[in-house]
């Protein structure tokens, strides 16, 4: 277990509908890092969030919004949804922003849109 | 921009042999480079990472990376591969002012017993 808590583990859903995944990152990180992992596309950057605020954004649909709550956990939530944005979806977190020492991921949420 | 480059998308090597995953990148200062290796239906796991001093950096389960400036490269090596080292492995950089990670397209790593 790496600290990182994602929610759900498996969701598919049909196209057009709107899914929030979760994340609660490790005790003590303030960073929290969105990716998805497809096969085509390996893992890309969507979003970071530090402390409840936006710090960087990736390669992030309009579709695709996060946030990050006073408790540090975060939701991406993904909307009128394609069969294009079935992949893996990652979190993230540091313990510091500049994350020297790299990221703990969680076990990450697949999605499947059917 | 920052990127990172593996040329290779699989590498397959007998139990037993050394190994060696291959990593360039290209950032504009001083790199922050990492890997990671992750197993089936499971997130990325830290091995190692080099942020500055020696060139040579020692990670998790026998692995070692070495970082070469000139070349620009930070290739994963092992001097003897396991069966359990099978998996897909990550090259990461990190620009001084960036604030994410970016990492490279993964390698996937195959030991034959």
């Known amino acids: 277990d790496s600290g990182v808590t994602q929610t759900p583990k498996h969701l598919i859903t049909a196209t057009g509908q709107r899914v929030t995944l979760r994340c609660s990152p490790r005790?003590?990180?303030?960073?929290v890092y969105w990716y998805q992992q497809s096969l085509d596309q390996g893992l890309q950057f969507l979003i970071q969030y530090y402390n409840g605020e936006e710090r960087a954004k990736g390669n992030i649909l309009e579709r695709f919004s996060a946030q990050q709550f006073p408790d540090l956990h975060s939701e991406l939530n993904l909307s009128s949804l394609e069969l294009g944005d079935s992949a893996l979806y990652f979190c993230a977190s540091s313990d510091r922003d500049k994350h020297f020492y790299g990221y703990t991921f969680g076990s990450g949420t697949r999605l499947t849109v059917v | 921009a920052q990127s990172v480059a593996q040329p290779e998308d699989q590498v397959n090597v007998a139990e037993g042999n050394p190994l060696t995953v291959k990593c360039t990148y290209s950032?504009?200062?001083?790199?922050?480079l990492f890997w990671y290796v992750q197993y089936p239906n499971r997130g990325l796991q830290f091995l190692l990472k080099y942020i500055t001093g020696d060139n040579l950096v020692k990670g998790s389960y026998g692995f070692e990376a070495e970082f070469n400036k000139s070349q620009t490269s930070f290739h994963l090596k092992k001097p003897s591969a396991l069966v359990s080292d099978s998996a897909l492995y990550f090259c990461a950089v990190r620009e001084n002012s960036a604030s994410k990670i970016i990492f490279g397209s993964g390698t996937r790593l195959s030991i034959r017993p």
């Open positions: 950032v504009s200062g001083n790199p922050y």
């Open positions: 005790s003590g990180d303030l960073s």
